[in-house]
């Protein structure tokens, strides 16, 4: 059997050694100038050298108002381009294809000062109430995406992720139970991303992805069927690639298993017919390559299992019966 696994994948101009991408994880280790430091640099460059096909760099927020937390990386000011060039450059040494997940955190930031969201409407009991965005504040939160994916393509990064999902401020606008705006922007609630989309490509020409919320899991919220109408939606307008996670946009209690949210990628794939990402519990290389041979993911996100593992590519490879090159400096012992 030739592993699917560590197949090459070509989007656009970009050609990828094999289908494992590096999920984007928040390790809130950035300093409140969101700028790259020597942490960021071991612990992407150190999946880079594990032969992660793409590196995804975590949720990196358009505005300073947009982070999780005063501690994400940055990416609304240019003097965070040098070390993000830095980060590209470590990844790119190992032949890895590298990405960065550009977000703002809309109702679900932690950050001190107002927060904003599409209405007035918090996160759960403990969160802030964040204030409902003017049109002003639309257009410029539009202009902070296009200016982050500018500052993606100075930094080298090879494709880019806009984080829609997870209950932060595009899939705020995009589900009922978080958008309740009687302008155009809660009459046709995929509007927002409909914009940054547009406004991204602007400037960026790149393989292009989105993360996505694929059901709300509550019953008056979105559900995958909404998500297939979205995705032709994202799919008329070029997007290359749906990364199809679920939930959080409201507290609720989901049932977690191995490739719990794998038949979101797989629907999504064959009714939007567009090329989709697979994630969340998704461990081991049979698993991986089960998913890919019977097409119903395009490519595996793998997160926390490269915390425990940064060579899971090679384990995954083990598992399957595989060998893949490795770094060449590791060869003698790989
Ligand atoms: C520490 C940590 C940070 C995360 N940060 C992000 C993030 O920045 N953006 C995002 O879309 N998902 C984030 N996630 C979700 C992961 O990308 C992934 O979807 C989730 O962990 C399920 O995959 P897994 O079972 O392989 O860990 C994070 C998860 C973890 C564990």
Known sequence: MTAKLFEPYTIKNVTLKNRIVMSPMCMYSAEADGKVNDFHLTHY????????????????????????????????????IPGLRKLVDGIKQYGSKTSIQIAHAGRKSKVNGDIIAPSAIP??????TPKEMTKEEIKETIQAFQDGAKRALQAGFD????HAAHGYLINEFLSPLSN????????????????????VK???????????SAT??????????????????????????????????VNTSINVYPGYQVPYAEKIRQEADIPTGAVGLITHGIQ????????????????????????????????LGTKIEAPKQYSRGW
Request: proline share 3%; charged share 30%.
């Open 45 to 80: 460059i150190s999946r880079a050298a594990g032969q992660v096909g793409l590196i995804m760099v975590e949720a990196s927020g358009v505005t300073p108002q947009g982070r999780i937390s005063e501690n994400d990386l940055g990416i609304w000011s240019d003097e965070q």
């Open 123 to 128: 996160f759960d009991e403990h969160s802030k």
């Open 159 to 162: 494709t880019i992720e806009l």
């Open 180 to 199: 309740k705006r009687d302008d155009e922007y809660g009459q046709d609630q995929y509007l927002f991303l409909e914009e940054i989309i547009n406004a």
């Open 202 to 212: 602007e400037v960026w020409d790149g393989p292009l992805f989105v993360r996505i």
């Open 216 to 249: 709300d899991h509550h019953k008056d919220g979105l559900t995958v069927e909404d998500y297939i109408e979205y995705s032709k939606k994202m799919k008329a307008q070029g997007i290359d690639l749906i990364d199809c996670s679920t939930g959080a946009l």
């Open 288 to 319: 991986a390559e089960e998913i890919l041979q019977n097409e119903r993911a395009d490519l595996i996100f793998i997160a926390r299992e490269l915390l425990r593992d940064p060579y899971w590519p090679r384990t995954a490879a083990k598992q």
